[in-house]
């Protein structure tokens, strides 16, 4: 269940349909995928890819997406640190960023440059489709003990390195997280 915070504003929403409202404002597709049966730990990439095969295989072609993939990160993920730090600092990509988490979370921090210099974040769980738009403000944070498992979907996986923005504007939030 996703959660959305808006930190300068003290706004924290929880209800799907205005999570939705709100992301939707601001050209960000959020879904939520669920199957009716569980997906055991150990299941394969293949196996993930075929139990989520229903939602995935039209949203792909309806997004013009060519390539999908399985990643999961925990504490024992090696380098863990170094890509961590990859993610915490502010950046963009040149395609959308499409994440379906299928254990764990992760938090997305949106930063959208208006009149009042708009940050929000989204604490994304299982079951939880997020689609970043390409050129978005963003950074994502792992956590301290990451335990994430999520289909990643792309156009061209080269399109989705990160473009740093070096403001510096996550070192603000970092405490809100």
């Known amino acids: 269940m996703?959660?959305?915070?808006?930190?300068?504003?003290?706004i924290c929403v929880?209800?799907?349909?205005?999570i939705r409202r709100f992301l939707d404002a601001r050209g960000i597709l959020y879904d939520r995928w669920v199957l009716d049966r569980e997906v055991s730990r150990d299941a394969?990439?293949?196996?993930?890819?075929?139990?989520?095969?229903?939602?995935?295989?039209?949203?792909?072609?309806?997004?013009?997406?060519?390539?999908?993939?399985v990643v999961t990160v925990s504490s024992?993920?090696?380098n863990l640190p170094a890509i961590r730090d990859k993610f915490l600092r502010e950046h963009t990509h040149s395609?959308?960023?499409?994440?379906?988490?299928?254990e764990g979370e992760g938090l997305f921090w949106f930063h959208?440059?208006?009149?009042?210099?708009?940050?929000?974040?989204?604490?994304?769980?299982?079951?939880?489709?997020?689609?970043?738009?390409?050129n978005t403000k963003h950074w994502f944070d792992l956590g301290d003990k990451p335990a994430v498992r999520?289909?990643?979907?792309?156009?061209?996986?080269?399109?989705?390195i990160p473009h740093y923005t070096e403001s510096g504007i996550e070192q603000r939030y970092q405490a809100a997280a």
Not at 14 to 18: A, F, K, L, P
Not at 44 to 66: Q, V
Not at 112 to 134: H, N, T, Y
């Open 150 to 160: 999520a289909i990643r979907i792309f156009t061209d996986q080269a399109g989705w």
């Open 14 to 18: 929880t209800e799907e349909r205005e």
């Open 44 to 69: 394969s990439e293949a196996d993930i890819l075929a139990a989520f095969g229903p939602w995935l295989d039209p949203f792909m072609r309806n997004g013009g997406y060519r390539a999908v993939d």
């Open 112 to 134: 959208f440059e208006r009149p009042d210099e708009e940050v929000f974040s989204l604490l994304c769980g299982k079951s939880d489709v997020i689609s970043v738009p390409a």
């Open 76 to 78: 024992h993920t090696p």
């Open 2 to 10: 996703a959660i959305l915070r808006v930190p300068d504003k003290q």
């Open 95 to 102: 395609e959308d960023e499409v994440r379906m988490f299928v």
